[in-house]
């Protein structure tokens, strides 16, 4: 991958592009750009963003979308995080978004946030053997991560941020010691369960990433309570001037600029609370965070060094699946694909992936009870944290696998993102019918069926005689039929 990649990280306070070419060593930034739109602020009771703020979001993206239109498709990555995972009520707004960026935007969970945040700190720093601490407050989440070089360890994503602390304390901009004091508090109740669990790990380095760790180093700096790093005191000495101008305005803090200042005591006193429950005394503060990481991903991808592939091998492993079996049918079920793929809107490299990973993962839910094993791997799929994978992947890949076997309910399929719906029943099709093939588990080879698909039929022909020779595989093949009609696909086979 030589030309240039680019990510957008829709955070709950701010919006950032970057724009990159990867190096040898490393990436070159060739365009950034950045707009406080405070999202989180604009979250209503009811989940859904007000008008204000979604204007104000949109501006920005269209912005974003005129940097981003001469890069390839497969080179760009957009996720959202605390605040779109959260705003149930956002699916229009995010078809907004999408149509003014030309590309997909991605929910990511808190925890995949806290692997990419990570990920782009470690390749930000200088490279060292010792076990690194790193500290993330946005505007809805702040995420904690303890991990050695390029691996994170343990990763936590909790639910306070610069922006929803702001709202709770201080919503009518005044400032006193006794609300600071409740502010301080429920961030240490927010920490208190994870702070022995990082204690076990250990850190030799502190390291804080993105704006509310900047912005306190700065400060810190510019008004001579820290040369480069950020210390405990220089934290005090911020909320204290908060709590003696008694305003989330009128504060006289050097080096603070007007667009942060509304919320940053609230980051400024989840910090402290952080330094206070791990017992840091210094930290440094890194260039790189999520943006960095989604980048450094994209091009592991690209080097076929996929965290969604080690997320399917781990899952396997775990659950003790049987990786024959798994690979049976996921030979046969890609095979099926490719023979239709290039005449269908399935002639995508993410559709024969995720094809491939609902085939390694089909039997996942045995290790719960063999009986309605479908159902149980769905819900594993679909509520636990997998590593690369987006949100709305998540939910694709738990459909096909879910919908594998048995009925074909057609609502799973409805409450996936609509660009997927339609592939992904295609896709369950060739994984229910390798799954039949493969029905007895012998090591036998099975000659993969020609397969021909339109829209609401598909039809199987097999070499001469074979169906003869294997009279149970044509009984399952009969009742698929069946079941399949039931949603008007017409099953045929010869």
């Known amino acids: 991958m030589t030309a240039s990649i680019a990510a957008i990280d829709l955070g709950s306070n701010s919006f950032h592009l970057l724009v990159a070419r990867p190096m040898n060593k490393g990436i070159q930034v060739i365009d950034q750009d950045k707009e406080m739109v405070r999202l989180a602020s604009g979250l209503q009771a009811d989940r859904s963003?007000?008008?204000?703020?979604?204007?104000?979001?949109?501006?920005?993206?269209?912005?974003?979308?005129?940097?981003?239109?001469?890069?390839?498709?497969?080179?760009?990555?957009?996720?959202?995080?605390?605040?779109?995972?959260?705003?149930?009520?956002?699916?229009?707004?995010?078809?907004?978004?999408?149509?003014?960026?030309?590309?997909?935007?991605?929910?990511?969970?808190?925890?995949?946030?806290?692997?990419?945040?990570?990920?782009?700190?470690?390749?930000?720093?200088?490279?060292?053997?010792?076990?690194?601490?790193?500290?993330?407050?946005?505007?809805?989440?702040?995420?904690?991560?303890?991990?050695?070089?390029?691996e994170p360890l343990r990763m936590e994503s909790l639910y306070m941020g610069c922006v929803s602390m702001t709202q709770r304390y201080f919503s009518d901009g005044n400032v006193s010691e006794k609300r600071v004091a409740k502010a301080r508090l429920t961030a240490m109740l927010e920490l208190e369960p994870h702070i022995n669990l990082f204690r076990e790990l250990g850190w030799t380095d502190s390291i804080g990433a993105s704006g509310t760790a900047r912005a306190v180093e700065y400060v810190a700096r510019a008004n001579g309570w820290g040369n480069g790093e950020i210390n405990?005191?220089?934290?005090?000495?911020?909320?204290?001037?908060?709590?003696?101008?008694?305003?989330?305005?009128?504060?006289?803090?050097?080096?603070?600029?007007?667009?942060?200042?509304?919320?940053?005591?609230?980051?400024?006193?989840?910090?402290?609370?952080?330094?206070?429950?791990?017992?840091?005394?210094?930290?440094?503060?890194?260039?790189?965070?999520?943006?960095?990481?989604?980048?450094?991903?994209?091009?592991?991808?690209?080097?076929?060094?996929?965290?969604?592939?080690?997320?399917?091998?781990?899952?396997?492993?775990?659950?003790?699946?049987?990786?024959?079996?798994?690979?049976?049918?996921?030979?046969?079920?890609?095979?099926?694909?490719?023979?239709?793929?290039?005449?269908?809107p399935l002639l995508n490299i993410d559709c024969e992936k995720m094809l491939g990973w609902a085939a390694r993962l089909h039997e996942l839910g045995l290790s719960i009870a063999h009986s309605q094993h479908h159902k149980h791997a769905g819900y594993i799929l679909r509520h636990a944290d997998l590593f690369g994978f987006s949100w709305q992947e998540q939910q694709v890949l738990a459909a096909i696998v879910q919908s594998h076997r048995r009925s074909f309910p057609e609502d799973i399929f409805n409450r996936l993102p609509e660009r997927w719906r339609s592939k992904a029943v295609k896709l369950s099709l060739f994984l229910r019918l390798a799954v039949i093939l493969h029905r007895s588990r012998s090591q036998a080879t099975v000659s993969t069926p020609i397969c021909q698909l339109t829209e609401k039929s598909i039809k199987l022909i097999f070499a001469d005689k074979w169906l003869q020779q294997h009279p149970l595989t044509r009984v399952d093949l009969e009742e698929e039929a069946r079941r399949l009609s039931k949603r008007d696909i017409e099953l045929s086979f010869e």
Not at 68 to 96: C, E, Y
Request: hydrophobic content about 45%; charged content about 25%.
């Open 232 to 344: 405990a005191a220089a934290l005090a000495n911020i909320i204290q001037s908060y709590i003696q101008a008694g305003s989330l305005v009128q504060t006289k803090l050097e080096g603070l600029k007007a667009e942060r200042a509304p919320v940053f005591l609230g980051g400024a006193i989840i910090l402290a609370a952080i330094f206070e429950a791990f017992e840091i005394q210094t930290m440094m503060v890194s260039s790189g965070a999520l943006r960095e990481g989604l980048l450094y991903d994209l091009i592991g991808r690209s080097q076929k060094k996929s965290t969604r592939q080690q997320t399917v091998v781990d899952l396997g492993k775990r659950y003790k699946l049987d990786g024959e079996q798994a690979r049976r049918v996921e030979n046969t079920a890609v095979a099926l694909w490719k023979q239709v793929a290039p005449d269908t």
């Open 49 to 150: 963003i007000d008008s204000e703020t979604k204007e104000r979001a949109l501006v920005c993206l269209s912005r974003f979308g005129q940097h981003i239109r001469h890069i390839s498709p497969d080179a760009i990555r957009i996720v959202g995080t605390n605040t779109l995972r959260a705003a149930r009520k956002s699916n229009k707004f995010i078809k907004q978004a999408q149509l003014l960026l030309g590309h997909e935007i991605e929910i990511i969970s808190g925890i995949e946030e806290a692997r990419l945040i990570y990920l782009g700190v470690a390749h930000s720093i200088a490279s060292n053997n010792g076990r690194r601490m790193v500290v993330d407050i946005g505007g809805g989440s702040t995420e904690i991560i303890v991990g050695e070089r390029f």
